[in-house]
């Protein structure tokens, strides 16, 4: 795959002061379903690495990505590529960008605005998240899953239910960064509340996983 170097999406050049609404919606490209290595040969090169160049993601990179981790593959129906507990579609990915945060939106294949500066180096604890392409954010609605969990037990399902299915988007990420020539690790050690806080999350949204993704350094 032919490398861009230090390519940035142009609507993405913001300084820190602009504020959040000042930020406009970005469509992505449409994705490339069609290309990529085979399934096996992805599998066999799947790995998590911690060490990225600091190199951007050219935005057509940046859109089959995030169709790949969540994504609609059936139009007709709005179903996703990751599998997702009773269809409840509760996991959303953020993306943390060197300039700003994002929403991906799936329905029309769109980054919507969240935050205007970098929270790269609040998605994680290593040192190396700051510095990445893209931190991704699984963060998981609640209130999707239906009506407030009747005890205990059925909170706990959900939560489990939540990061499976956050853990399922992880790894269609992973496959497709071994198809690219990605570097890519999927985190837990996150400050959740706090990541929560940036983010201005709701008391019923809670970030579950991170994904680090870049290019590999060289």
Known sequence: MKRIHKTIIPALILSSSVMAQDLAPITLPPPDTSGGKPLMEAIKNRRSTREFSPDSLPPAVLSDLLWAAGGINR????????????NWQEIDIYVALPDAAYRYEPKDHSLQPVLAGDIRAQTGMQPFVKDAAVNLVYVANFTRM??????????LRRENMAYADAA????NAYLYCASAGLAAVVRASIDSERL?????????????????IGYPKE
Do not use: H, I, V, Y
Not at 75 to 86: L, N
Not at 168 to 171: I, L
Not at 196 to 212: G, N
């Open 168 to 171: 399922f988007m992880c790894e």
């Open 75 to 86: 139009p007709e129906s709005g179903k996703r590529t990751a599998p997702s507990a009773m």
């Open 196 to 212: 929560a806080k940036t983010l201005s999350l709701s008391a019923d949204q809670r970030p579950l996983l991170a994904q680090t």
């Open 146 to 155: 239906g009506d407030p969990p009747k005890d205990e037990g059925e909170r």
